[in-house]
């Protein structure tokens, strides 16, 4: 018996902003499906409007494996994961294990296909903007939260604006994004 499907169908039970209060809550499954709109809207406009040339339909591939780990892990605040080198590198390890688990749990002849996503080239461009997505993606959510008038969001959203701002600098896409449709998540139904 092989379980890899079985184990992506679980991501719908892992709840994500788990140690905060949310009005909305978010699912890994749901998060994945977010990092792979932004991911590939990123790849787009990189690929139309700044002449660059990356496979958007990897973006989004990338973005829906990207988590895969925390279907056994649960979702690990930020906090937790980043509190320090050691956390960081003992998590890293940990979801190593736990993706090569995944991988195994596929026949051999599909476990190679999956290994570009499951465990993907970081320093392809690919990557890079899919891992811009995860943020922009968290960057979403936290605005969606203050909207409502959540503040226990407050903090997440100026860490995440501050790396976004930043980002943008080297990632003209990511600023196109913020400029031309961020906006619009702060909108009603009735604007849209």
């Known amino acids: 018996m092989y379980t890899f499907y079985a184990f992506m169908n679980r991501m719908k039970l892992i ?13 890994l499954m749901q998060h994945s499906a977010s990092v792979a709109i932004l991911g590939q809207a990123l ?20 973005a829906l494996y990207h988590d895969t780990a925390e279907v056994v892990s649960g979702d690990l605040p930020t906090p937790v994961k ?14 190593d294990m736990i993706n090569k688990r995944l991988l195994d749990s596929l026949p051999e002849e599909l476990s190679e296909q999956y290994r570009e996503y499951v465990k993907p080239d970081e320093e392809s461009e690919e990557y890079k903007l899919m ?24 903090k997440a959203f100026n860490r995440l604006q501050k790396v976004l701002d930043e980002t943008r600098v080297d990632y003209p896409e990511l600023g ?7 906006d619009g998540f702060n909108a009603s139904v009735d604007i849209l």
């Open 131 to 154: 891992k811009i997505a995860d943020k922009l993606s968290a960057y979403v959510k936290c605005s969606e939260e203050k909207l409502l008038g959540n503040m226990e969001f407050d």
């Open 82 to 95: 980043y509190y320090n080198s050691s956390m960081k590198g003992a998590y890293s390890e940990i979801e």
């Open 15 to 27: 709840q994500r902003w788990n140690l905060m209060r949310s009005n909305i809550k978010e699912d």
């Open 43 to 62: 790849g787009i406009i990189r690929n139309t409007v700044y002449g660059g040339n990356v496979n958007v339909d990897k973006i989004a591939s990338l």
């Open 176 to 182: 196109y994004f913020l400029d031309n449709f961020m």
